[in-house]
């Protein structure tokens, strides 16, 4: 590969020079003298930067995407703008009716108008424009402009209602004297890795009078361009896989086989192939489209729930179970090679063996699952956070599931996809990558879990358990009000008016963000933070702070967004691991810290806590937080269950609930139960918080009891 050289974009008019856009009228017949003091950014004077290029010519071929007429009027014209992507940059080809006939940026103003949300009212749009024609019909978030107000990305402040120029460098220019077109390119990340953008393109003719040529012309719409590759078949579709009843494994409740409701109204008009009752081997690799239910590769995405071993998902047609792994999809098919691009399998220890790799060589691009325990409801709880991450906030896939599973506080996720596949996204909602071939480049990423220092079997007796009942008053806790809400998206940089509220599902929360980064707070007081780390330069760098500075971090974090509780306690510290070719690099790390109350934790399996992630470079990609507001200790006295009683009434229920038969019982304590980050909780009740750990040690698992009852206690 060609190194990236730096090109210094020579210029024939002052480092500052003064702007043609600050005040332009709406009315074109306002005066030359006018129109040539004012343009796209609004204000007298803007810094031409030097700018970094690639030497390397953008793969693909170009696609028209707009055709503009002849107009008498302009000298430099708009003739025709072809684009195209790669997944990570998008690139604009700009020509012109005529040659400049030096430096372009005495010549030309070309600023691409991008609505990246398609939404009118966002960004800026028919209200708040001061161009001659405004901006059509769009709302223009992001604005890439090239020539004489200096060659960057802008982007729009609600706030000030302005642009925030020189926002993001671009990645590719070509844009040479004497000659009619220049090709530009820049991060999709940049622009918050839309699935497709509404745009609009206007030159400034400064050789000529300053005349606005639009295109398409001034009032006549837009053009949209949609990201990513092609579809296989142009048709998002998904498949359910999901085995309740069992003859020899204990049944499973399965409710997260169910995904109507949630890709109804998420994904919107997609083909869903479910099947929840029947399945045999065949369902994993038959490629008839007429089969009952389809076989698995005909549909971009498949998700299977249901029993796993190591290496191994079960299977059942009612009458027997089968076993099935990567050799049986290899050996009986030519494997995943027509329109599947990601699985998600929600069963234990399955993705033990990294040779599921092999299903991956065929074309698909991800497979997500688990190499440890996995649990019944929370395996509902994880699917359904899945697709709001990677629906309604546009994560990609990994970071998805990555992400869903930290927020119900499971740490065996796995994931095994291409290395130009890491960021892809759902079908609609940010950018695909190409389908790649054969195992050389595939990427093993996953925690690298905490063995447990203690492990009990899971035969425990209840005679060496104790019979001792306790005495706990439950505490009180108080909503946050409003302003306290304001409040933390201040911590995070957001102003008021930044401030968004949403509702999915009766669930309320209120969002913020500026693409690079996005906040959501809900009423219970919850935090969640994500950042932005999809250039792939972050992916592969070497480890460059230890565990102890991944700590700092996570503490100097902490303290400049809401500070942290004298309640609370460091819990894990778990390495986040990209394995490749064998050779293993730490990506980054989880740190976790608990909370207590007069020594008794204060925990659930999305409640209270805090969860930040460190990349290996010192970047916060994520942060969770939920410290309830506790006002006070009730006056009501519960009287537990002893933990004697507790495992003879959970020992049952664990066994129906895990998706394996691999496990030990690694401790139990009584706790103060936090409800999830979704719900408001008045009363904080206790618990037996239940350890759960694999053959090797990871207790990364937990149950809880209801101290007073003996019940489960479901997410």
């Given amino acids: 590969m060609k190194k990236r050289k730096k090109v210094m974009v020579t210029v024939s008019v002052a480092a500052i020079v003064m702007t043609m856009f600050a005040l332009a009228s709406a009315n074109t017949s306002s005066g030359i003298s006018e129109i040539k003091e004012n343009g796209f950014l609004g204000q007298k004077f803007i810094k031409r930067y030097a700018i970094d290029t690639s030497d390397i010519e953008p793969k693909g071929e170009w696609q028209l995407l707009l055709t503009d007429p002849d107009e008498p009027e302009a000298w430099m014209d708009l003739k025709e703008i072809y684009t195209k992507d790669d997944g990570t940059n998008i690139y604009f080809k700009v020509v012109f009716y ?293 629906a309604l906030f546009r994560l990609p896939i990994v970071d998805s599931w990555k992400y869903a599973n930290l927020l119900a506080g499971e740490g065996d996720w796995k994931c095994i996809f291409h290395e130009g596949n890491r960021n892809d996204h759902l079908w609609g909602f940010g950018s695909v990558g190409q389908d790649y071939l054969g195992t050389d480049d595939i990427i093993i990423y996953k925690t690298a879990s905490q063995k447990s220092s203690r492990a009990l079997n899971k035969n425990l007796t209840s005679t060496i358990v104790s019979d001792k009942r306790e005495v706990v008053s439950p505490l009180i806790s108080v909503t946050l009000s409003f302003r306290e809400i304001k409040e933390t998206f201040n911590y995070f940089g957001f102003n008021d008016k930044e401030i968004k509220e949403m509702e999915f599902r009766g669930e309320k929360a209120y969002y913020a963000t500026d693409n690079a980064h996005t906040v959501i707070v809900y009423p219970s007081g919850a935090t969640i933070y994500f950042a932005d780390h999809s250039d792939p330069k972050d992916e592969n760098s070497e480890i460059s702070i230890s565990k102890q500075e991944a700590i700092t971090i996570a503490k100097n974090f902490i303290e400049e967004h809401g500070g942290l509780s004298e309640d609370s306690y460091l819990e894990s510290v778990m390495p986040v691991v990209r394995i490749k070719d064998g050779s293993t690099s730490v990506d980054g790390f989880i740190i976790k810290y608990g909370r207590k109350h007069d020594d008794m934790k204060i925990c659930g399996y999305t409640g209270d806590g805090i969860v930040i992630e460190v990349g290996a470079n010192g970047d916060v990609r994520y942060f969770y937080k939920l410290w309830r507001n506790i006002a006070r200790t009730s006056g009501k006295k519960y009287v537990t269950i002893s933990a004697k009683e507790c495992l003879e009434k959970a020992l049952p229920q664990i066994q129906r609930l895990i998706k394996g038969d691999r496990y030990t019982i690694s401790n139990m304590e009584l706790v103060y139960y936090s409800e999830s980050f979704n719900k408001e909780q008045r009363e904080i009740i206790p618990a037996w918080k239940i350890d759960i750990a694999d053959p090797q040690g990871r207790a990364d698992d937990h149950v809880f009891i209801d101290a007073t009852s003996g019940k489960l206690i479901i997410p």
């Avoid at 006939?101 to 966002?122: A, K, M, R, S």
């Avoid at 978030?141 to 020189?166: H, I, P, Q, R, T």
């Avoid at 359910?240 to 086989?257: E, I, Q, R």
């Fill in 98 to 390: 005529e040659s400049w006939p030096g430096d372009p940026h005495e010549y030309i103003d070309t600023g691409i108008l991008l609505d990246v949300d398609q939404n009118p009212h966002t960004g800026m749009n028919s209200t708040t424009s001061w161009y001659p024609y405004g901006v059509n019909d769009i709302g223009a978030d992001y604005l890439a402009v090239v020539g004489y107000e200096g060659d960057s990305v802008w982007k729009w402040n609600d706030y000030n209602e302005s642009w925030d120029y020189c926002y993001a460098n671009f990645t590719y220019l070509d844009l040479q004297s004497n000659r009619n077109y220049f090709e530009v390119g820049f991060k999709l990340s940049d622009i918050g890795n839309p699935s497709a953008i509404d745009i609009v393109i206007v030159n400034i003719d400064v050789a000529s009078d300053c005349y606005w040529d639009y295109a398409p012309a001034g009032g006549d719409g837009h053009a949209t361009y949609n990201i990513g590759v092609t579809d296989d078949d142009n048709t998002f579709s998904f498949s359910v896989l999901g085995v309740g009843d069992y003859v020899y494994s204990p049944d499973l409740n399965n409710w997260d086989a169910d995904l109507t409701y949630i890709i109804a109204e998420l994904l919107g008009d997609v083909d869903q192939n479910e099947h929840d009752a029947a399945v045999e081997p065949d369902d994993f690799y038959d490629e008839d489209t007429g089969a009952d239910p389809p076989g698995a590769d005909v549909s971009d995405l498949l998700y299977f729930t249901g029993h796993g071993s190591p290496g191994k998902v079960w299977l059942c047609d009612g009458t027997k179970e089968y076993s099935l792994d990567y050799n049986d999809i290899e050996k009986n098919s030519d494997g995943w090679d027509l329109d599947l691009e990601w699985a998600l399998f929600a069963s234990c220890d399955t993705l033990e063996d990294d040779n599921w790799k092999v299903v991956l060589q065929h074309g698909a691009h991800i497979l997500c699952g688990y190499d440890g325990i996995t649990l019944d409801y929370v395996d509902t709880w994880i699917i359904y956070r899945f697709f709001k991450l990677a």
